[in-house]
């Protein structure tokens, strides 16, 4: 079972609270590697809070929390705050302007039952350092 | 290390000195009567020009517009590019240049001190941060007061003391020199693009009468306020004046009005109001079709009296910026060309706005521009009250001031110019019929000696015992040189110094920049008396509460941020 | 035990400037006038601190000294071809300003995070300017705010109550004599505030705004639906914006990032230009980090542009697409960094941090961050506005002083102190 939906990143306040701890803090891994979702959006892949899910772009996939959210007033639409677990599924092309396109990419959801959340180092081992 | 400058035609109308030659002797940053030869560096000067280092009172090089002026015009600078060398950090920009750039220009033309004319006091720490990167030129800012709620409140109170000790207490805190007007009480309606009110103002004398809305007070008002205050401060500069209706034909009267307004309060035979870029203030007229030149009914008005002295705010036709504190003025710019267009009011005291411009002399408002500015200056009967800008960068930039002082010289030089512009344009000016051309002399009177004068900087603008050693030196003979004839070997000679000495340091050599030394800031430190600052303080910071969206602590700039600060302290009146 | 008082905040672009600290045996142990973020800040700056400059050996990072540190970081931008200086948005002006002599002084890049948060908003600013003002008019003078992409209760707090909405000014004595109306395509916690929500579809905010600009001009809108939302609830918006008496326009990365991009802004800043026809309209960007407004202003008035200058050439040229970091990156093109007190491998898509993870790199930050835990030297700083003095611009572009409030930790620098030891080292080792 998956859906697909267009992703969006932005601030949120524990992000932002998280980032003045520490970039590498527990607290602020944690603000930044959950999916608001829609609420029937969960439901329908029965999803509850802090259920990993698996967001796949066409430039990669990623193990982060559900979080089914009022935030997201409309099916079909998923948010990820800024932070390296968004990045790993985001296209490096700026359309020439240096920007890249962090919001309103197409992404796929699924449920990732027992799959776990990496931490910092593991996501630097895995994803990027290779 | 001294200096002795050998043999030089020297023009130091401070002093009296017409073309003589001369020797000028420098120990350490000043100019001596005499030093031991044997232990000097010795320029020989002989068949070139000496004058003191030039002297800009008004020039845009430092603070928000400026800045917002290069990040406006990425296409100003790829044409305009000054690498790095050994001495000089690198840059860019042709209307606005990068802040280095300012630096080195001026000292290769021969200039060593520069004022910014129009800072926000909210802003003034952006104007500070800018001169620190400005090298070798001593500097000052102007600080804007014309659409201040408190000054304009104080004024319509009768409150002049408790106003000047407002003035005095913020030129302290933010380290500004002396006080501007821009475009005063109309700022603060544009700020509610109050256009029925502006539209009421622009080039309608009788605009100077109209209470501000909301406030009360008329710009004639706020000029004489601020006039007073200014004299009660005892403040080096007379108020700087931007007048209202800028860019309007018809504003010349209105121009005259700003400067009859204060005729009464001047006292000897020195200027009280110093009205500014006047080209731009100088339109006839009543739109674009019939506009002509003011510059004979300003001129009149000005030979006959004073207490005013102006500056030109000469064209040059070529691309530029325009940026100014008269936001409601570029809104209009803006409507006119359609070029792009950057506003910025500044809450609780002032606004700016910003256009880019190209200048054609097919153009027949920019060509009757053109003349305007010089007929001002041919016009002048006393140089002294008469200054040399092109409003940098709103006419043209600075580093065309040497094709200005070309066409001041040369009838020449002004005729092969006037060939070219909008046959209208020259049909309606009187330029073709005016003979007068500067000499050297003059030419050093309005390019450093007045200007020097006009700002109450005393050991600057002359060569006399105990000036600065600030000295230009450029290859072109006066004794020999026809300039009427032969402009284009002055204009030459004058855009690339011989020499430039700064603080007694050899900073030019053959036009090219060999050394790089930090400049002053001026700024004043009016005192008030002790009574009255308080009675004002005791409610500033309440007020600051209510008027600011910053604590009054941190708008006062720490002086950890003025580059080799030169405070001028004055006494209250 | 002292209290100070009017402390400039250095974390977002609100940059409030009346932060009361309490200081007890040099730290902080109290504040107020402080939001969360703020308070997270000045309540814990102390912890989690990497104090030792760490330098990669056998790939691992190993304690060394302040000296080894700097000067491999010299050695590494020394023996580059290309190197990138990158950061700063999270510094003073000072350290900023030898940020830009320093990648002068290499032949670099001076770039900074403008790349990946307004560098849209210049690029439209060298197309249309922008009209715009200092918060303070939006106090006192706004009554009709519009927040468009910006979830501004989250990212800048204090924004609304000190700032706009909420504000107390002297014509408008609150929120009760202002509209507030929110533009976004989630419903944030700050579009639950809104007077009206307006939900645009995700990517179609430069479709609603030549709407808009077509509503104004009494254009007929040949559709039913724009951008998500009924023609009727386009006009009607547009009408609000036309009769205000002074309208405001903030907006956030949610039009910088979106689809459209620099055309957005364009977009944005063209449609309030319209408006200034009828009304006083402005248009502001809500800057995030609390000094990237200063790090475009000194990198402009010190090489003419705003960001992402390219200095190899011995004078500076810009060519953003090209000379920005991100790109830089992508293309593989620069070979070595120094990056200040920011974390790009945590915030630059995935293929473009790799790129990073490729290339020889220098960290300067206060913390340690993804980006340090990758590098091949990693120098701890003091922090600006806490434990070292500097200045700063809001995001309105006024300037401010940075305090020290207390000292930092024995043996730590400033971050502007740091880069000036790698310039003077660099330059020594030249001679
Ligand atoms: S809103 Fe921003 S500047 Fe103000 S206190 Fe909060 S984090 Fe600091
Ligand atoms: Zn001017």
């Known amino acids: 079972m998956k859906f697909k939906a267009i992703l969006l990143t932005g601030r949120s306040l524990k992000q932002g609270m998280g980032k003045e701890l520490s970039k590498v803090s527990e607290k602020y891994m944690e603000s930044v590697s959950i999916c608001e979702v829609h609420p029937k959006d969960a439901e329908e892949l029965g999803l509850k809070e802090g259920d990993s899910i698996r967001i796949t772009t066409q430039f990669g996939s990623i193990v982060v929390k559900c979080n089914p959210s009022q935030n997201i007033d409309k099916p079909g639409i998923i948010f990820i705050p800024y932070g390296p677990y968004a990045n790993m599924i985001m296209g490096p092309d700026t359309d020439s302007t240096g920007m890249p396109s962090f919001k309103g990419l197409s992404a796929e959801v699924e449920p990732a039952p027992g799959e776990r959340v990496l931490n910092v180092k593991e996501l630097l081992s895995q994803h990027l350092r290779r | 290390m001294d200096l002795l400058i050998k043999n030089g035609v020297v023009y130091d109308p401070l002093n009296g000195i017409d073309g003589e030659v001369m020797d000028i ?24 020009l000496v004058m003191p280092g030039g002297v800009d009172l008004h020039s845009h ?3 928000p517009k400026c800045n917002v002026g290069r990040m406006l015009r990425p296409e100003d600078h790829y044409k305009d590019v000054e690498p790095k060398t050994q001495v000089k950090r690198s840059g860019v920009g042709y209307s606005v240049p990068s802040s280095f750039a300012i630096g080195y220009r001026y000292a290769v033309l ?32 102007l600080v804007m007061f014309g659409n201040n709620w408190s000054v304009m409140e104080y004024l319509r109170d009768n409150k002049l003391d408790e106003c000047a000790a407002y003035v005095a207490w913020t030129l302290d805190a933010t380290k500004g020199y002396a006080i501007k007007l821009v475009d005063p009480g109309c700022v603060e309606a544009w700020k509610w693009g109050d256009v029925e009110f502006l539209d009421v103002l622009w080039g309608r004398p009788e605009a100077i009468d109209k209470p501000v809305p909301r406030f009360g007070v008329t710009a004639k008002e706020i000029v004489r306020g601020l006039c007073k205050v200014n004299k009660l401060l005892n403040l080096p500069h007379p108020i700087h004046v931007h007048a209202n209706g800028l860019g309007t034909p018809g504003n010349y009267q209105t121009t005259i009005d700003t400067m009859d307004s204060v005729k009464d309060l001047a006292e000897e035979d020195k200027p009280i109001i110093h ?29 006959a009296n004073k207490h005013v002295s102006l500056d030109l705010g000469q064209i040059i036709f070529t691309d530029t910026t325009t940026m100014t504190g008269d936001g409601p003025f570029e809104y209009k710019l803006h409507l006119l060309t359609k070029n792009k267009w950057t506003n910025a009011d500044v809450e609780t005291e002032e606004g700016a706005g910003l256009v880019p411009i190209h200048y054609k002399k097919s153009n027949f408002v920019h060509a009757t521009m053109w003349t305007i500015g010089l007929e001002l200056a041919l016009l002048a009967k006393d ?38 512009i909008s046959k209208r344009a020259r049909s309606r000016s009187d330029l073709d019929n005016m003979d007068r051309e500067y000499s050297f002399y003059e030419i050093a009177i309005v390019t450093r000696a007045a200007t020097a004068k006009i700002l109450g900087l005393k050991d600057k603008g002359h060569l006399g015992v105990g000036a600065d050693a600030d000295v230009a030196i450029y290859d072109v003979n006066p004794r020999e040189i026809n300039p009427s004839s032969d402009y284009k070997k002055v204009r030459k000679a004058l855009s690339k110094a011989a020499c430039t000495i700064k603080d007694g340091e050899i900073i030019v050599k053959d036009g090219e920049i060999v050394k790089s030394i930090e400049g002053r800031t001026y700024w004043v430190k009016p005192n008030v008396p002790e009574d009255l600052m308080k009675a004002m303080e005791s409610n500033l910071a309440n ?31 | 035990m002292v209290v100070i008082k009017n402390i400039v905040c250095p974390i977002c672009g609100c940059l409030c400037d009346d932060i009361e600290a309490t200081v007890e045996d040099n730290k902080i142990t109290k504040v107020k006038n402080s939001c969360s973020v703020s308070a997270t800040k000045f309540l814990n700056y102390y912890k989690e601190r990497n104090l030792s400059p760490l330098v990669r050996k056998n790939g691992e990072l190993k304690p060394v000294s302040l000296e080894e540190a700097v000067d491999r970081t010299a050695e590494i931008l020394m023996n580059a071809d290309f190197p990138v200086i990158y950061g700063f948005a999270c510094s003073g002006c000072e350290a900023q300003a030898v940020g830009v002599e320093l990648a002068e002084e290499v032949g670099g890049i001076i770039d900074n995070q403008t790349v990946t948060c307004h560098g849209p908003s210049a690029l439209g600013l060298h197309d249309q300017g922008m009209p715009t003002c200092t918060l303070g008019e939006v106090r006192h003078r706004a009554d009709l705010i519009v927040y468009w992409g910006s979830n501004f209760q989250e990212s800048h707090p204090r924004h609304l109550a000190r700032y706009s909405a909420s504000s107390e000014g002297r014509f408008r004595k609150g929120r009760k004599e202002r509209k507030l109306v929110v533009i976004d395509v989630r419903k944030t916690p700050s579009a639950r505030l809104a007077d009206l929500f307006i939900p645009v579809a995700p990517g179609q905010d430069y479709e609603l705004m030549s709407a808009l600009r077509m509503a ?17 609830q ?41 408006l200034n026809k009828w009304t006083k309209f402005v248009i502001m960007p809500m800057r995030g980090h609390y000094n990237v407004t200063g790090m475009n202003e000194v990198t402009a008035w010190q090489t003419g542009y705003p960001y992402a200058v390219d200095l190899s050439h011995g004078y500076p040229w810009y060519s953003p697409g090209e000379t920005t970091f991100t790109d830089l990156l992508r293309r593989g093109e620069c070979d070595a960094a120094l990056i200040v007190a920011s974390d790009p491998l945590a915030h630059f898509p995935k293929n473009v941090a790799q790129n990073l993870c490729k290339i020889p790199y220098a960290v300067i930050d206060p913390h340690l961050s993804m980006t340090a835990l990758a590098a091949e030297v990693v120098m701890p700083c003091a922090f600006t506005g806490i434990e070292a003095e500097g200045s700063a611009y809001r995001m309105d572009t006024v300037p401010l002083p940075l305090r020290k409030v207390v000292d930092p930790p024995p043996g730590i620098n400033s971050d502007e102190q740091l880069v000036g030891m790698i310039l003077h080292t660099i330059r020594s080792k030249r001679r």
């Open chain 2, 275 to 303: 009205l500014t870029h006047v080209q731009f203030n100088g339109y006839a007229g009543s739109d674009w079709i019939t506009m002509r030149s003011g510059a004979h009914e300003i001129m009149k008005y000005v030979n």
């Open chain 3, 216 to 232: 104004l001009q009494y254009d007929d809108i040949e559709e039913e639906s724009v951008a998500g939302l009924p023609v009727e």
């Open chain 2, 25 to 48: 002797a420098i120990k350490d940053n000043k100019i001596v009567e005499k030093i031991d030869e044997s232990n000097a560096y010795v320029i020989d000067a002989s068949n070139k």
């Open chain 2, 61 to 63: 090089i430092a603070g």
């Open chain 2, 383 to 420: 140089p002294w009250r008469i200054f040399m800008t092109t409003d940098h960068p709103n006419g043209g930039p600075f580093t065309h001031y040497p094709r200005v002082m070309a066409w001041l010289m040369s009838k020449e030089a002004r005729k092969r110019t006037l060939d070219k």
């Open chain 3, 234 to 274: 386009v006009e009607e918006l547009a009408e609000m914006m036309r009769s205000c008496e002074f309208g405001v326009l903030f907006y956030g990365l949610g039009l910088t990032m979106s689809r459209g991009k620099e055309r957005n802004i364009d977009m944005a800043v063209s449609l309030v230009r319209d």
């Open chain 2, 110 to 141: 021969g200039y060593t001190t520069v004022f910014e004319p129009a800072n926000p006091p909210l802003k003034m720490l952006h104007c500070h941060h800018e001169f620190k990167d400005i090298p070798i030129l001593d500097k000052g800012c």
């Open chain 2, 543 to 573: 007020k600051f509460r209510d008027y600011y969206t910053v604590e009054m602590e941190n708008f006062k700039i720490p002086d950890r941020f003025i580059t080799r600060s030169s405070p001028m302290p004055t006494y209250y009146a």
